[in-house]
């Protein structure tokens, strides 16, 4: 080359071996405290009455009657959301396993010859807020991962 040059080397090794070690992970660890956030976050999605999307839940009759709380009444359909981390570490499922959440989270045709139409109210979800602070999780654990690993 004729003429200013200029010669750039990276010596990669360093990074190389970081990403590496990355793959030591306990991503066990982090799918956990995902899982719980956002069992957390259906719990308090109830507790204020709002859906998924930060809407208000359309009152139940009961609600509306007793001066209680949709979906609230003695709190198993609240409590009964919960998580697991999959065995081999690969992820989390987050759910209920209450009979009635299905038809309460999407709405339909409910009672003794589906007299009854019940409006969505989805509270299970992960919104905009909700993906910051599991991007959060995930950049903690590799920051404690990263600073672990380069202890003596």
């Known amino acids: 080359m ?3 040059q200029l010669n750039i080397n990276i010596d990669d090794a360093a990074f190389k071996a970081g990403l590496a070690n990355l793959q030591n992970i306990d991503m066990q660890g982090v799918f956990d405290a995902i899982g719980r956030y956002l069992a957390d976050q259906v719990s308090h999605r109830l507790e ?33 959301y ?14 209920s396993d209450a009979v009635y959440a299905a038809i309460h989270h999407f709405g339909g045709e409910a009672g003794r010859h589906h007299a009854v139409t019940l409006p969505a109210r989805p509270v299970l979800g992960i919104d905009d807020d909700d993906a910051q602070e599991i ?18």
């Open 2 to 4: 004729a003429g200013v």
């Open 82 to 95: 919960t998580y697991k981390v999959f065995a081999d570490g690969s992820g989390v499922e987050v759910g």
């Open 48 to 80: 204020q009455q709002v859906d998924v999307k930060g809407k208000p839940l359309k009152p139940s009759k009961r609600a509306q009657k007793d001066g209680g709380k949709t979906l609230i009444d003695r709190g198993h359909l609240r409590d009964s």
């Open 135 to 152: 991007d959060a999780i995930v950049f903690n654990a590799v920051q404690r991962h990263l600073n672990q690993a380069a202890r003596p």
